[in-house]
């Protein structure tokens, strides 16, 4: 990645002035700062692993001090608090490039716009949803009643090893965050639940059956993803791209599309969603999200009716880049019309080649990373880039807003399935703590602990989601709004082909799977397939670093709890047994 970062600067510095100052300035700044951000994040991951150890150390030996108000274990639920707070920014800046990332690599929304509507609908699905899945935290992994067998000291067991599974959880998962790496935080968990049985039960009282859907989801997971992701990606190519007008096959298409994308959105609310919203049997959801689709078609061809569309309307297609890399108008708009009216212009090869894979998108109207496939059509909108290939606005545009709607309908699942994974553990922390508590049954969850989950969540996002963003937008492969559709749609159809199957997939898995099933695609048709490798190889070894990582982590912090509480007076006055 350094090598065809340094190839990149090297050719761009020596491209004309004018194409220098505007439209490659942005993907320069982008690649400069690739190449000083791992420094930065090492050191950031120190103080964080620093300050990690430090804090809890220092409530544990000023536990004495704390208000007896907060419990009969108040350092407990300080803790639990501070866990479950780690927990929460960290899976919410990781998982929200699974809904908005590749809008924004596409251009579909910039990384603000991104980031904010990210995280107001991952805020709504918490807080609307979330308590109806964060009750049981145990996932079948471990059983309360083997903890709760042996009285009080086993209920504080209990709650010594959730609070070590939000240190696992929160460790990992943040870690991975801070590289710009997606990782399943759920996995995170089930690690740490695993190290936690067998550590103080041993391996006889694990479940099977959720370790090895954990196992087949690890390996299914991008497999599934690539393949659909792929398949969807052909067809629109054949059915838009590789067509005499992209542009007409594109709006003829759009209300198939429409269809199909809000069939899809409404079934993983009603089929894959929180079991609240889930519909049985499994045919009448599948119905009603058809009927769903249906409607919404229906909704696009009467609006076309009232108001028929502009073949030369001008473009909506947005601008993304970060703030700081925006350029002044009047700076890129003559080195674009030049390009426009010179269209062999090229850079070199090893620009095109190496560089493109990790930019984004840098016209005020499309993306300099798109790869459309033919000539421009009568009356089509386009825009000659450096390197000679011509960018069909008009027929990207119509998958813009269907982007949109995906990333919103993934973000408020997301928000309402993944809440359990913080606040799950400090109910049961909650449970312990108070005096009659029984760790068998499902924690009930106060309203200011789902606001502590769901506010985690959108803090998470805004201070640190934009790193895995950029990595699933721009990093991995080129993406346009058509390509990130199949990606989108590829991911939400393997999560529920696998729900219907019973099997327990990965979100992000299938993610990055369909991101590179598309790069395969194009490679295998003798196209521009572009795959970054070293991300590719990074984000695999992230994923098999999760569950031992964790279960790792959580065996220590439970190791270094334990010995605090061998003469706890809260079960000695309980009269609780050994």
Known sequence: MLISACRFVFNDFRAAPAVRASAFQPRTRILLRTMEEPKKTHHTAGALLLGGTLVPMMVMLER??????????????????????????????????????????????????????????????????????????????????????????GDLDWGLGMLSV?????????????????????????GGLVALGTYTHGVASLGRAP???????????????????????????????????????????????????????????????????????????????????????????????????????????????????????????APLEAAARAPQASLSTADGEEGASLCCPTSSKLSTTSMPIGAPAPGSEAVAVADGRVI????????????VLSALTVSFAHGANDLGNSIGPLAAILVVERAGGDITQPASIPLWLLALGSCGFVVGIVLLGARTIVTVGGKITKLTPSRSFAVQLGTAVAVLSSTVLGLAVSTSHCLVGAIVGIGLCDRLRGGDGELNGSIILKIVLGWAATIPLAMIITVLAYMALLPSYAHDPVCAADGGNM
């Open 211 to 333: 370790l090895y859907a954990t196992v087949v989801a690890w390996v299914a997971s991008p497999l599934v993803g690539a393949v659909v992701g792929a398949f969807l990606h052909l067809l629109v190519r054949v059915a838009v791209h590789e067509t005499s007008d992209p542009a007409a096959a594109a709006h003829k298409l759009q209300p198939l599309l429409v269809a199909l994308t809000t069939a899809v959105a409404a079934a993983v609310l009603i089929v894959a969603g929180p079991a609240v919203l889930r519909l049985e049997p499994m045919p009448l959801a599948l119905a009603a999200s058809g009927g769903v689709g249906v409607l919404a078609a229906l909704g696009v061809l009467v609006m076309r009716r009232l108001r028929p569309p502009s073949r030369t309307s001008p473009s909506t297609f947005p601008h993304v880049r970060h703030e700081d890399e925006r350029v002044e108008d009047e700076a890129e708009k």
């Open 392 to 403: 069909h606005t008009s027929e990207e545009r119509p998958f813009v807003p269907l982007l």
């Open 64 to 153: 004495h001090r704390l208000p007896e108000q907060l419990g009969r274990r108040p350092e407990l639920l300080v803790l639990g608090i501070l866990g479950c707070s780690v927990v929460a920014m960290a899976n919410g800046a990781n998982d929200i490039a699974n809904s908005v990332g590749t809008s924004f690599g596409a251009g579909a929304l910039t990384l603000r716009q991104a980031i904010g509507l990210g995280a107001a609908a991952e805020f709504s699905g918490a807080m609307a949803l979330g308590s109806f899945v964060a009750k049981t935290i145990s996932k079948g992994v471990i059983e309360p009643a083997s903890f709760a067998a042996d009285g009080c000291h």
């Open 166 to 190: 939000l240190a696992g959880t929160g460790s990992t998962t943040l870690l991975a965050t801070l590289y710009g790496l997606p990782i399943s935080a759920t996995h995170g968990v089930v």
